[in-house]
C-alpha cells in the first residue's frame, strides 16, 4: 500500500464541502440565469462532494494531517465523480428546458427601451440621462446627486447643462402618435407638429417652455446665453375697407423670432428677427448671424451688451452661406456669393475677416482664378472650412464642375456605346454603371489648404 500525502488535498475538498453545500444548490441555482454557469456551478459541487465522500468511505478521518489511501479509493472517487458528473449535466438539461425565454413578436418592440445620452455637471451635483421607446414617447431624467432625487421629464430628448451647471435645456417632442398622424396625412417640413425647448432651474426645479422650436443653438466651451428660433402667429394688416367695403378676417401668418436666453437672468434677453443662420463662438461672447430682409447680412451680435456689427451686406438675392470661426475667436470665413449674374454653384467664393479690430471688413481672398487651382476645378460649397489650430491655414474643398444637361431633343441626340468582351461589367449594366461613375465625379471633393501669410494654396489631396 503506497503512502500518500494528501493534506493539501483534503483541506481544499474541506474548504469546498464547506462553501458549497449540497443542501444549498438548488436555491443557488435559481439565481442563476446563464445554463452554462448553471452546468458549471452544479459540476464544481458534486465533484468536492465526491472526492470528500470517497475518503470517508475508506475510513479515513477528515481532520488527519497526513492520509493514506489505496487504489480501490482512487477507482471509487473517479467512479463517484462520473456518476455525479452525469447527474449535474442531466440537471443542466432541465434548467435549460426551465428558463427557456419566450419567442420575440412585434408587441415587444413597441415597449422595448433603452437608456442612453449620459451627461454630467462639472460639479458632479447633477446627471442627465435618456430613455427611448421603441415605439412611443421616451423621456429625459435629470437627478440630484446629492439628494438622490430624479425628475422625469416626459417626452424630452437632446438635453444639456449650462456651463455653470445651475441650469439644463432640452427638446420635448411631440406625441409620437401625434407625429405619426401627421405622417400619415404626409405632411411634411414646417406643417409637422414643433419641438418645444424646455429651460429648467436645477436648483428650484421650476421649468421655462418655448413652442415652436425650430433650431438652438449654444457655445462650446463657455457662456451664459444660448439662441434659439421659434415659429410664432403674426397678425396681419387689415385690409383696406376702401378697395374691399367687406374687411375679411385677419389670417394668421408665421413668423420665425431668434430668441436670446441668459440663464443669469432667467429670461429672454432680446429678440432678433429675419435670422436664418446663427453660430456662436466658443467661448459664447459672440453670435453670427445671417439675415434677410431687404438685403442680405452676416453681422456679430454680443448678447451682454446688445450691439451688432455688420460685417458684410449684400443685395437680397446672394448667397451668403456656413460661415466657421477659429479657435481663437479672432478669424471668421464664409462662402458668398455677390455676382447676381451667376449661379452659386459656378462663382463660389471665400471671403475673412479679422474680429479682433474695432472694425472688422471682410476680404475676398479665394475665388476660381486664385493661382495654383487645380485645372478644371472649382471651388466647392459642399465642404465646410476649418482653420488649423493656430488659425494661420484655412482648408476648404474644390471639384468638377457640373456638366449642363443638353437642352436638345433626344431623337437628335447622337450617341454611342462601345463594350469589349473583356470589359469588368456586362453590356447590360455598362450604361448603368457609367452613368454612375459620371455621378461620383461631380461628387468628389478635394481639399484645399489656404495660407494667410502669405495668400497663396496648397493641393494636399
Same mark, same amino acid.
Given at each position: 500500500?503506497?503512502?500518500v500525502s494528501l493534506a493539501v488535498l483534503v483541506s481544499m475538498n474541506v474548504q469546498l464541502a464547506q462553501s458549497l453545500?449540497?443542501? $444549498?444548490? +438548488? ?21 468536492? !462532494? ?11 478521518? +477528515?481532520?488527519?494531517?497526513?492520509? $493514506?489511501?489505496? *487504489? ?39 415597449? !422595448? ?10 460639479? %458632479? ?8 421607446? %421603441?415605439?412611443?414617447?421616451? =423621456? ?9 432625487? &430624479? ?18 435645456? #432640452? ?32 436648483? &428650484? ?35 383696406? =375697407? ?13 413668423? &420665425? ?9 432667467e429670461m429672454v434677453v432680446d429678440t432678433l428677427r429675419n435670422v ?14 445671417? /439675415? ?5 447680412? #452676416? ?23 456656413? @460661415? ?11 462662402? /458668398? ?24 471688413? @471682410?476680404?475676398?481672398?479665394? *475665388?476660381?482664378?486664385?493661382?495654383? +487651382? ?5 471651388? =466647392? ?26 437642352? &436638345? ?5 447622337? =450617341? +454611342?456605346?462601345? !463594350? ?7 453590356? *447590360? ?14 461628387? !468628389? ?12 494654396? *496648397?493641393?494636399?489631396?
Amino acid at each position: 500500500m503506497t503512502i500518500v500525502s494528501l493534506a493539501v488535498l483534503v483541506s481544499m475538498n474541506v474548504q469546498l464541502a464547506q462553501s458549497l453545500k449540497v443542501t $444549498s444548490m +438548488l436555491s443557488t441555482l435559481t439565481l442563476v440565469q446563464n445554463v452554462e454557469l448553471v452546468q458549471m456551478h452544479v459540476r464544481l459541487k458534486l465533484l468536492a !462532494w465526491a472526492n470528500i465522500q470517497s475518503l470517508k468511505f475508506n475510513g479515513y478521518p +477528515l481532520g488527519s494531517r497526513f492520509l $493514506s489511501y489505496d *487504489t480501490t479509493a482512487l477507482n471509487m472517487k473517479r467512479i463517484l465523480s462520473g456518476l455525479l458528473m452525469l447527474m449535474s449535466m442531466g440537471y443542466g438539461m432541465n434548467m435549460k428546458a426551465q428558463v427557456a425565454k419566450p419567442a420575440l413578436d412585434h408587441s415587444v418592440y413597441k415597449i !422595448w427601451q433603452n437608456v442612453g445620452g449620459f451627461h454630467l455637471t462639472d460639479d %458632479g451635483k447633477y446627471a442627465s440621462y435618456l430613455t427611448n421607446v %421603441g415605439e412611443g414617447d421616451g =423621456s429625459v431624467s435629470v437627478v440630484d446627486l446629492k439628494k438622490t432625487e &430624479t425628475v422625469t421629464i416626459p417626452r424630452g430628448s437632446r438635453a444639456k447643462f449650462s456651463f455653470d451647471g445651475k441650469y439644463m435645456y #432640452l427638446t420635448i417632442r411631440p406625441f409620437y402618435e401625434q407625429t405619426q398622424e401627421a405622417k400619415r396625412k404626409k405632411l411634411k417640413g414646417d406643417k409637422l407638429p414643433k419641438d418645444t425647448l424646455a429651460i429648467m432651474n436645477l436648483k &428650484t426645479k421650476e421649468i421655462s417652455k418655448f413652442p415652436g422650436l425650430k433650431k438652438v443653438e449654444s457655445p462650446r466651451e463657455a457662456g451664459n446665453y444660448i439662441a434659439f428660433n421659434v415659429e410664432v402667429d403674426k397678425k396681419a394688416i387689415p385690409a383696406d =375697407s376702401i378697395k374691399d367695403a367687406k374687411k375679411k378676417k385677419a389670417k394668421n401668418q408665421k413668423e &420665425t423670432l431668434t430668441l436670446v436666453y441668459g440663464f443669469k437672468e432667467e429670461m429672454v434677453v432680446d429678440t432678433l428677427r429675419n435670422v436664418d443662420v446663427m453660430l456662436f463662438d466658443e467661448s459664447g461672447k459672440q453670435l453670427f448671424c445671417i /439675415a434677410t430682409d431687404s438685403t442680405k447680412q #452676416l453681422f456679430v451680435y454680443n448678447p451682454e451688451t446688445k450691439v451688432s456689427k455688420v460685417i458684410l451686406e449684400a443685395h437680397k438675392k446672394a448667397d451668403i452661406q456656413r @460661415p466657421v470661426i477659429s479657435e481663437d475667436g479672432n478669424r471668421i470665413a464664409f462662402y /458668398a456669393n455677390t455676382d447676381d449674374t451667376k449661379k452659386f454653384d459656378e462663382n463660389v467664393e471665400i471671403y475673412t475677416c479679422r474680429m479682433n479690430v474695432e472694425n472688422p471688413k @471682410p476680404v475676398k481672398v479665394v *475665388t476660381n482664378e486664385i493661382p495654383g +487651382l487645380p485645372q478644371g476645378m472649382l471651388v =466647392s460649397k459642399n465642404r465646410a472650412i476649418t482653420f488649423n489650430k493656430k488659425g494661420d491655414r484655412m482648408f476648404f474643398g474644390v471639384t468638377y464642375p457640373i456638366a449642363k444637361k443638353d437642352s &436638345t431633343i433626344k431623337d437628335e441626340q447622337a =450617341s +454611342l456605346d462601345v !463594350w469589349h468582351y473583356q470589359d469588368p461589367y456586362i453590356a *447590360t449594366q455598362y450604361l448603368q454603371v457609367k452613368g454612375m461613375a459620371i455621378a461620383h465625379q461631380n461628387m !468628389w471633393i478635394y481639399c484645399i489648404i489656404f495660407h494667410h501669410r502669405p495668400n497663396s494654396i *496648397t493641393d494636399v489631396a
